[in-house]
């Protein structure tokens, strides 16, 4: 258990749906991150938060909404999604925006049908 | 540009042996590297890290060497474990940059 909790675990939606993931970290970090993770494909940066201000978005689609309400909460909401956009996402926290030391959750397999 | 790669794809060993997993890396600027170890299912799980001040840093288990002339990180797991089968992860940051650069993985495989 790293203290980082992602739910759901697996998601099939289809393009035109829209759905959330969620994410909560019991760690008391001040941190929060996106990561994308495709088959083959070192893990990509999504977005950054730190003290609930997003500090970082790497040129992501805008179908992909973040939303991080409180320092422990993290959300991911989805619209309109592609084929393409089928893989593990995840979510890390850290003490702080140093980008040192993630804690990883256990991820959302997302399919896009 | 900048990447962070691994030399190997695949990595298989028998159970008790040592395990060496190795890195590169090509921004001169790192100053920072960590190792991930994740197993199916599961997210990545922190290894151990080190700055680019040190040489060399150990665990419990593991111990991680950092040449900076030749730019170069490996990961060393002693006796290697049944349950140390997974996929390893180096990756790298240097301060100012808001985002750790993984590498691909090395998937290591314990033969018993």
């Known amino acids: 258990e790293t203290g980082v909790t992602q739910t759901p675990r697996h998601l099939v939606m289809g393009m035109t749906n829209k759905k959330s993931l969620k994410c909560e970290q019991h760690?008391?970090?001040?941190?929060m991150y996106w990561y994308k993770q495709s088959a083959k494909k070192p893990l990509e940066l999504m977005f950054v938060y730190n003290f609930k201000e997003q500090t970082e978005n790497n040129s992501v689609p805008s179908r992909f909404s973040p939303e991080c309400p409180n320092s422990s909460h993290l959300f991911l909401h989805l619209h309109t999604l592609q084929p393409e956009d089928s893989a593990l996402y995840l979510c890390?926290?850290?003490?702080?925006?140093?980008?040192?030391?993630?804690?990883f959750g256990s991820g959302t397999q997302l399919s896009v049908l | 540009g900048e990447s962070v790669g691994l030399h190997l794809p695949t990595l298989s060993v028998q159970e008790g042996d040592n395990s060496i997993i190795n890195c590169a890396y090509s921004n001169s600027a790192s100053d920072y590297f960590i190792w991930y170890k994740q197993e199916s299912g599961k997210g990545p799980q922190f290894i151990i890290d080190i700055r680019s001040n040190m040489d060399k840093r150990q665990g419990q288990r593991v111990t991680v060497l950092l040449n900076k002339t030749v730019k170069h990180l490996s990961l060393q797991i002693a006796a290697t474990q049944p349950g140390d089968s997974a996929v390893y992860f180096c990756a790298e940051n240097h301060t100012g940059r808001r985002a750790l650069t993984f590498g691909s993985g090395t998937r290591l495989q314990v033969q018993p």
């Open positions: 890390a926290s850290s003490q702080d925006n140093t980008n040192e030391k993630l804690f």
């Open positions: 760690l008391g970090h001040n941190a």
